[in-house]
């Protein structure tokens, strides 16, 4: 295959394509039109010799050769990327750009809430586009669907990703302030006693952890609900005696009406260790290192004493 015959724009195409695995969506991603998207799909499946994306009930499945072309389509964007930003840097009084962040709603009340109301003063061109959390946010980052993830160590687990600290967090149980079933303190007898809510993700640090422990010492926990969101679980504990894990930076963040009592724990529970972490092929993007440096004053000043 000559490159001087191939229309480079088409693997813009193509790692959206691979990325979303659906034409709209991938339309979208690089401000084409569904038509367009389309269009683009069949030069490229003609250019490969490959249907590359196949139909399985509703939804798009890359082929060998689809996933075979990912990483490197992706490696050679990132590379075109940083040619284009060679320059002396970062300029937040003029230039635009879109940070795509990855983390929970908890992550973006504590951290990125002030970070924008920074960036409006600092940097009026730097949107902020908050992604979906997934269940492999490596893969998030290696496959450019993200450009920053804010995770806890215990999810990410052993990457070879560069990344830095951001803030710890305690962990707290919640019940609401009329549980009947709990006293000044909370005993484990009580814990597994009452039903709780936990949260969706399988890797999630609380149960991980609690359940471990349990594993070893006592009875499994009794779980009636799972939820996606950090911050909905102690809404559902008004007018119940269920009981949930609240992470104590969250607790002025929650609405008047929650109504919660909060308690220690009756087991030992390790900090919750929040990191930022990205691609090593954006290590040196002039726009994410001066937005990473920002995230990183605004978790400075959630350390400094006092807060």
């Not at 492999?136 to 990703?161: H, W, Y």
């Not at 911050?231 to 992470?247: F, R, Y």
């Not at 009406?257 to 040196?284: C, K, M, N, V, Y």
Request: aromatic letters at 4%; charged letters at 20%; a negative charge.
């Amino acid at each position: 295959m000559n490159l001087g015959s191939v229309d480079l724009n088409l693997l813009l195409a193509l790692d959206a394509l691979l990325t979303e695995r659906n034409v709209t969506r991938a339309a979208t991603r690089v401000g084409l039109s569904q038509p367009g998207m389309s269009s683009a799909l069949a030069r490229l499946r003609k250019l490969f010799d490959d249907p590359l994306l196949v139909r399985e009930g509703t939804t798009l499945v890359a082929t060998a050769r689809a996933e075979a072309l990912m990483q490197p389509v992706r490696e050679a964007l990132d590379i075109i990327q940083r040619a284009l930003n060679n320059r002396l840097g970062f300029d937040p009084d003029t230039d635009e750009c879109t940070v795509r962040i990855s983390c929970s709603d908890y992550s973006v009340l504590i951290l990125i809430g002030p970070l924008v109301r920074r960036l409006a003063a600092e940097a009026p061109g730097v949107t902020i586009q908050i992604r979906p959390r997934s269940p492999d946010p490596s893969r998030m980052l290696r496959d450019g669907a993200t450009d920053l993830v804010i995770e806890p160590t215990a999810i990410m687990g052993e990457v070879s990703l560069p990344s830095q600290p951001l803030f710890t967090d305690r962990w707290l149980c919640g019940v609401w302030e009329g549980n009947s079933q709990v006293g000044d303190e909370l005993s484990m007898q009580t814990y597994l006693r009452l039903g709780h809510v936990i949260y969706s993700m399988a890797a999630d640090l609380p149960a991980a952890v609690v359940d471990t422990y349990l594993a070893r010492t006592a009875p499994p926990r009794r779980v009636e609900f799972t939820v996606e969101s950090f911050l909905i679980a102690p809404a559902l504990l008004q007018g119940t005696d269920l009981i949930t894990l609240v992470l104590e930076r969250s607790v002025p963040h929650l609405p008047s009406t929650a109504a919660i009592r909060l308690l220690d724990p009756p087991l030992e529970l390790p900090a919750l260790i929040q990191r930022l972490w990205w691609s090593p092929h954006r290590t040196t993007d002039p726009a994410l290192t001066w937005v990473r440096a920002k995230i990183g004053e605004v978790a400075a000043s959630l350390n400094a004493p006092g807060v």
